[in-house]
């Protein structure tokens, strides 16, 4: 199988497509966005909660320091800037103050040195000044900056005492300036980072959660749709067969009508036509072998039959396929069927036409003279009209044909459908395969009847041959 027939799809693929495609675009651009919404809403609501928890513990840093600062501040407060023995003293209070597994204070003199560290005793006694953490960020230079300013928090990467991982470390110090120290805690704030993390993983996995509804919504969605269609598909496909069924037979129906028709035209005139001649043939050769003069008439009348017989072969030919409608054209096909109407009916039947500007199609042609036939026929049979005008006319909208009786009205005849020829509705049938209107109007005062064509049924002006052949 080729490429090109394996990708061309069927009409109910094509349905399937036009229902599903926007589903599937408009699911997907929801789901985008609500994703989208939850995350910034989400993420806000983090920030929101990790700047309180933040704000929690610099609180709590600040007051921390502050009971330090009050316990010895009458040491502080009383002694010189050079008593050595109120620092070591300090320095003792300040060494014993350890709290929780990491928490502690430590003391730098403003040239970096280390003073005072409990839970990291090596530090003691050397200058850290150019500390800097792994993230390159200034540690002891920065807190003694802080400190020469007054008091104030700092963040940085600190390995914590309890383990030695680095971990992320926010802390308070304030001065003693008369002392030139830096006096300050921190607490670590990985378990608030490990919070946020966690409410980060678990808005990611409600995200993800609500994706997997929306897809499962929509895959719900789809096989509805595609159920209903097929229902609704099987459904079409049986009403087709049985209306593609009911046109077979009623194409059967109408080729047998057509050729009981023509089988009852042929018996009931030609054959007996024929009958008649043979007739007569045969009494002329009889009395010609007896020398009789009344032979000739004979012969004439058999003549006389024979003419007649041609003439019904010729209306009955007419009738099935007009010769003059291929060579001429619709309207002088539509005169001559109107003066054999007249002349066959006795009814007066006036013929008016435009010469069109563009003919007319085939298809065109020979519906809209099947349409005066069969109006022709009907009015004969049921309208008990005395005169009758056709008329057909080409126009911007495309070519119309007026029939008008002044007979009794449709609602009084029997429906023409069951008596023969085409029928109302086969007339409304042809005129609407070729997207045409067709309509009948009633009254006391007679029928009219409409079938126009539209533009789409005339053809170009440089496909005309003559003016003859306009319509």
């Known amino acids: 199988m080729r490429w090109p027939q394996m990708l061309r799809i069927s009409y109910g693929q094509k349905l399937f497509l036009l229902a599903t495609l926007p589903l ?24 929101a909660l990790e700047l309180q928890l933040i704000e929690a513990k610099k609180a709590e840093l600040r007051n921390y320091v502050t009971q330090a600062r009050n316990g010895f501040y009458f040491i502080y407060g009383n002694a010189a800037p050079n008593d050595e023995q109120a620092k070591a003293q300090v320095s003792q209070i300040l060494s014993a ?26 530090l003691i006694n050397r200058n850290w000044m150019d500390l800097r953490d792994s993230e ?19 963040t940085y990467l600190w390995p914590k005492p309890s383990t030695g991982d680095e971990a992320r470390m926010i802390t308070y110090v304030t001065s003693f300036p008369s002392w030139r120290w830096a006096v300050g805690t921190g607490v670590f704030i990985d378990d608030i980072l490990a919070s946020v993390a966690s409410a980060r993983a678990e808005v990611e996995a ?43 037979q009623r194409v059967f129906d109408a080729q047998e009508e057509e050729r009981g028709r023509v089988a009852r035209e042929l018996h009931d005139g030609i054959s007996q036509i024929l009958v008649g001649v043979r007739f007569a043939l045969d009494v002329a050769r009889r009395r010609l072998g007896q020398n009789d003069p009344r032979a000739v008439d004979h012969l004439d009348k058999g003549l006389t039959h024979l003419g007649t017989a041609i003439s019904e072969v010729r209306r009955i030919s007419r009738d099935l396929r007009p010769g003059v409608l291929d060579d001429l054209g619709l309207g002088p096909a539509l005169k001559a069927l109107t003066d054999d109407f007249s002349a066959r009916t006795g009814i007066t039947c006036d013929f008016s036409t435009v010469v069109f500007r563009n003919r007319l199609d085939g298809d065109a042609k020979i519906a809209l003279y099947r ?4 109006a022709l026929n009907n009015i004969e049979r049921h309208s008990g009209a005395s005169h009758v005008s056709v008329d057909l006319r080409g ?6 044909l007026r029939i008008m009786d002044n007979g009794k009205g449709i609602s009084h005849r029997p429906a023409p459908s069951t008596t023969g020829g085409m029928g109302l509705r086969n007339m409304q049938e042809r005129i609407d395969q070729l997207d045409g209107v067709f309509t009948i109007t009633t009254g006391k005062s007679g029928t009219e009847l409409m079938a ?20």
């Open 24 to 47: 599937i675009l408009a699911v997907a651009a929801i789901a985008v966005l609500v994703a989208e919404q939850s995350r910034a809403l989400a993420e806000r609501e983090i920030k």
């Open 136 to 154: 390159g960020t200034p540690v002891v230079a920065q807190l003694i900056d802080i400190a020469r300013g007054g008091a104030g928090y700092h």
């Open 395 to 400: 126009h911007a909208k495309g070519a119309t």
């Open 452 to 471: 126009q064509v539209p533009l789409t049924h005339l053809l170009a002006p440089e496909n005309q041959r003559d003016k003859s052949d306009s319509v």
């Open 97 to 122: 103050m350890i709290y929780g597994d990491d928490g502690f204070f430590f003391v730098y003199d403003y040239d970096g040195n280390n003073l005072v560290s409990p839970r990291q005793t090596h």
């Open 371 to 374: 349409v005066a036939q069969e």
């Open 206 to 248: 409600r995200v993800q959660r609500t994706f997997i509804y929306i897809i499962a919504i929509t895959s719900a969605a789809l096989l509805l749709v595609f159920i209903s269609g097929m229902v609704i598909n099987v459904r079409e496909r049986r009403l087709a067969d049985a209306k593609l069924k009911h046109l077979t």
